[in-house]
Nanobody, 126 residues
Framework: QVQLVESGGGLVQAGGSLRLSCAAS????????MAWFRQAPGKEREFVAA????????VLADSEKGRFTISKDIAKNTVYLQMNNLKPEDTGVYYC???????????????????WGMGTQVTVSS
């Protein structure tokens, strides 16, 4: 059974940094597309970053380019989201997602992911 467990969220001031972790079990991050999504109160879940299934190619939302980095540690079966220069608009619940068959052009589409974690809260104060 696939399980994804996020950690690393918290309260940080604007300009600060956080590193989120997504520990996977029941699957290998080597052979799945992995992604991070964010949901702010009253808003839809939005794409943040992903690693493609084949080759682990990183894809970032435009607003995150230059600030966020997605990576994975195959030995630890964990995916990370390094977030720098955080802004208040980055506040939300961050979810880890995984899918084995998603195609590259659909990496930012939340509806295409089969597995989700419970999320971790990130709050950025101004």
């Amino acid at each position: 059974q696939v399980q994804l467990v996020e950690s690393g969220g918290g309260l940080v001031q604007a300009g600060g940094s956080l590193r989120l972790s997504c520990a996977a079990s029941g699957m290998s991050v080597r052979s799945y597309a992995m992604a991070w999504f964010r949901q702010a109160p009253g808003k839809e879940r939005e794409f943040v970053a992903a690693l493609s299934r084949s080759g682990g190619y990183p894809v970032l939302a435009d607003s995150e380019k230059g600030r966020f980095t997605i990576s994975k540690d195959i030995a630890k079966n964990t995916v990370y989201l390094q977030m720098n220069n955080l802004k208040p608009e980055d506040t939300g619940v961050y979810y880890c997602a995984a899918d084995r068959s998603i195609i590259f052009s659909e990496l930012s589409n939340a509806n295409q992911y089969d597995y989700w974690g419970m999320g971790t809260q990130v709050t950025v104060s101004s």
